[in-house]
């Protein structure tokens, strides 16, 4: 028997959000000029807006980094926030920029809208934008940042920049956007004429007409759906599964909860949030409208402010009946209210961090600060401004806003003390695959648990997760019994398809996750057969040429196995509803041991292997089928820069991870800290002064380990440790450093005896 271990491979769902440079980076602020064709623009777009017709008018925008676009939709959007404004004759109204509404295909920066929200209700213009960044960690949610707006040339106002929930977003977060589609706000909004709706997702009967004011669809079918869902939402919810993505809904809730933005479906009000039904049949939670996080404008809402700090997680008074926190979170004792609990868990850990959030909305006002002081149709004052962060404003029988760093350490200490969070639950150590003459098995080290599920998905999907049994009794591949490593055979394991999974682990009353973000992260599987995808390279510039001398987009095939394959017949595509995009010719083939490269730029008459389409710069995901039309590998790939790489290491039979470009050849990591450095974002250290405990953040965009050294004043080496190996993604880590003597340190992240980021701290 021979037994081996390999290290997990952990996907990255921040690949999807925009890099440094993008529309939406929080680093930079740009503006905006809005030029009217009309100048009797406002008075139409208002009229539009009170008859809700989504009427839009032309104009022409320049965006500061140069772009210039003619012929864009605008209009005004918006719920309390146009209609307060508008009524006190205010102009800084919320807009609605359609790039490509008047000419097909026109983007800014890639997007095809823009939402513009004025910020009226926040002093501090940083609720939206900060709880934004809390979501995109936890499941699909938009972008924002901050945006300086002109019209006709006067400067307007700093407005929020909000990524729309529309068919693009759909494109990039599940690859397709031709499913059932609603936006569940009620159709009619504050301050517009009609019958006012309610999306609380209450089954309303059969009559699909029932439900039109209550929802706003916005594909061209879904509402015998819509019927279907609340039908078992509240008539059936035990098989819930199999129309709603749970594990979303439950990672809104507690986003929802853990950052007090009550203005949603488990708050004080059943809206902002969309519903888009995937291709495996489930309807995804998408939030919408965060605006109000932190408290906010609900401070003076209730009677006893407090209650909205101590606002129940589980069934909270605004949430009292409605149907999807019934069938949910009401039972904390039930699965998915212990699934919720350590999603809970997970954000508080994560997120409630006064000065983590401190140090990122002093960073965000300081960037806008200056556009601020200069937006002259603010609702409130620069004082205002900066005071609540810190202190509640309070303005008698008008308004109320609750600081937002008291906010959190009131709902920390809340959520802390609250008698289902003090439940012990267990700890998951470790994991491995582990190999056993040639069968792959799943090891984890768990403490204080009562059972251990392996959850796997194998639809493609990464949803409708199965559980299959672990256990620690020496059989079915476990080692040795009774020590605390669960084992599983890895199910599916001959499938082509990669195989999605995660650990969950209960104790009697609780229950812990691996990785703790899951489902929306989870590791990846595939045991790959003789044929795989090896590498790519979707923006080739300089490092290979094909027959014609051109630099093109290329793919490379890898034979594992030790006799040749013929292709003859075998299909190309990077279209998932389209798998027979490109067949390879008659007599193709690859030898055993060896690479076959095939050029992706449609221009397949060339000589060599050219396939009939290019590459997508921004990531997609290639597919290979046999002369059969099954599937043999597929290999999805991130954003790629000009000559970067994607592939298999160790090569042939490895995790798909970032490259060194190794065209027809053999694949290698990066082996130098130039190119490695700048895959890590910048560490940051907290708090300081510190006394024992010290905490350590950054974000590992590739698999590696890391140390840290601590160098005292005198430069010498004062602590050296060993923090994190196999790291890929966000990482928090806990030092103990009550060895230390009192004084000033420097910290440096180390990566192959090399520096990579570099930080200090007092110790007291």
Excluded at 72 to 77: L, Q, S
Excluded at 105 to 130: H, I, W
Aim: glycine content about 6%.
């Amino acid at each position: 028997m021979v037994h081996t271990s390999i290290a997990q491979s952990l996907n990255d769902p921040s690949i999807q959000y925009d890099a440094s440079g993008g529309l939406f980076d929080t680093d930079s602020l740009r503006s905006i000029n809005i030029e009217f064709y009309n100048a009797n623009y406002h008075n139409i777009l208002v009229q539009n807006w009170e008859a809700n017709n989504g009427e839009r008018l032309p104009a022409r925008i320049d965006l500061s980094n140069g772009t210039t676009l003619d012929s864009v939709g605008i209009r005004y959007k918006g719920n309390s926030t146009f209609a307060l404004a508008n009524d006190n004759n205010n102009r800084k109204l919320p807009w609605n920029l359609d790039i490509n509404h008047y000419v097909g295909g026109q983007r800014l920066m890639d997007y095809p809208k823009l939402k513009l929200a004025n910020g009226y209700f926040d002093p501090t213009f940083c609720r939206e934008v900060s709880a934004y960044k809390v979501y995109n960690r936890y499941m699909p949610s938009s972008e924002a940042n901050f945006l300086r707006v002109n019209v006709d040339g006067q400067y307007l106002g700093l407005y929020l920049n909000t990524e729309s929930v529309d068919r693009n977003f759909l494109e990039k977060h599940f690859g397709e956007s031709d499913g059932v589609f609603f936006k569940c706000d009620p159709a009619q909004q504050f301050g517009q004429q009609g019958e006012m709706g309610d999306s609380d997702l209450s089954y309303l009967g059969t009559d699909t007409t029932d439900y039109y004011t209550h929802y706003s669809l916005k594909s061209d079918y879904g509402w015998d759906q819509m019927v279907k869902l609340t039908d078992i939402i509240n008539n059936d919810s035990d098989q819930l599964d199999s129309i709603m993505n749970v594990d979303r809904a439950l990672w809104a809730f507690a986003v929802n909860n853990v950052i007090a933005n009550y203005d949603t479906y488990n708050g004080l009000f059943r809206h902002n949030y969309y519903l888009y039904q995937t291709k495996d049949g489930l309807f995804q939670m998408i939030p919408w409208d965060l605006s109000e996080s932190y408290v906010s404008l609900f401070l003076g809402f209730v009677f006893d402010g407090n209650d909205l700090f101590e606002y129940d997680p589980y069934e909270g008074y605004g949430s009292v009946g409605t149907p999807l926190v019934n069938a949910l979170t009401k039972d904390p004792q039930s699965l998915r209210g212990k699934i919720y609990t350590a999603h809970l868990r997970t954000l508080i850990k994560e997120q409630l961090e006064t000065e983590n959030i401190a140090n990122n909305v002093s960073r965000y006002q300081e960037l806008i600060r200056n556009s601020v002081a200069q937006d002259n149709n603010k609702l409130f004052n620069l004082g205002q401004f900066t005071s609540n962060v810190s202190s509640d404003l309070i303005i008698p029988f008008a308004f109320s806003s609750a600081a937002i760093l008291p906010t959190i350490e009131r709902r920390k200490n809340f959520l802390n003390a609250h008698p289902e969070l003090l439940h012990e639950a267990p700890e998951i150590a470790e994991i491995d695959i582990s190999i056993n003459d040639n069968m792959s098995y799943v090891e984890v080290a768990v403490i204080g648990a009562n059972k251990v599920e392996l959850m796997v998905s194998n639809n493609g999907y990464q949803s409708k997760f199965k559980s299959f049994e672990m256990t620690d009794d020496g059989s079915n591949g476990d080692q040795v019994a009774g020590d605390g490593i669960y084992t599983s055979l890895m199910p599916y394991q001959q499938s082509p398809i990669e195989l999605a999974y995660y650990i969950r682990a209960h104790s009697e009353h609780a229950l812990s996750l691996l990785p703790e973000r899951a489902e929306y992260q989870f590791f990846t599987f595939q045991a790959n057969g003789d044929l795989v995808i090896n590498e790519c390279m979707a923006s080739n510039e300089s490092i290979a040429q094909d027959s014609e001398g051109e630099y093109e987009d290329w793919i490379e095939l890898y034979n594992n196995g030790d006799e040749a394959i013929d292709l003859s017949g075998y299909f190309l595509s990077d279209d998932k509803s389209n798998l027979a995009k490109w067949f390879f010719p008659e007599g193709a083939e690859i030898a055993p041991q060896s690479y076959l490269i095939i050029w992706a730029d449609g221009e397949v008459e060339q000589a060599g292997l050219h396939c009939s389409f290019s590459l997508n710069t921004n990531g997609e995901t290639i597919y290979l089928s046999d002369n059969a039309g099954q599937l043999v590998d597929q290999m999805e790939f991130p954003a790629l820069a000009v000559d970067d790489s994607y592939g298999r290491f160790p090569n042939g039979n490895g995790s798909f991870q970032d490259l060194f470009p190794s065209f027809d050849g053999e694949n290698t990591l990066v082996s130098n800290l130039k190119d490695f450095n700048d895959q890590i974002n910048m560490m940051t250290i907290f708090p300081s002064p510190a006394k024992t405990d010290l905490t350590v953040e950054f974000d590992s965009k590739r698999i590696a380990n890391y140390t840290l050294e601590f160098i005292n004043t005198a430069g010498k080496l004062a602590k050296a440790i060993d923090v994190c190996r196999d790291c890929l993604g966000f990482q928090r880590l806990s030092i103990d450093i009550s060895s230390l003597g009192v004084g000033y340190y420097s910290v440096q992240l180390i990566f192959n005896e090399g520096v990579l980021s570099t930080g200090s701290f007092i110790k007291m």
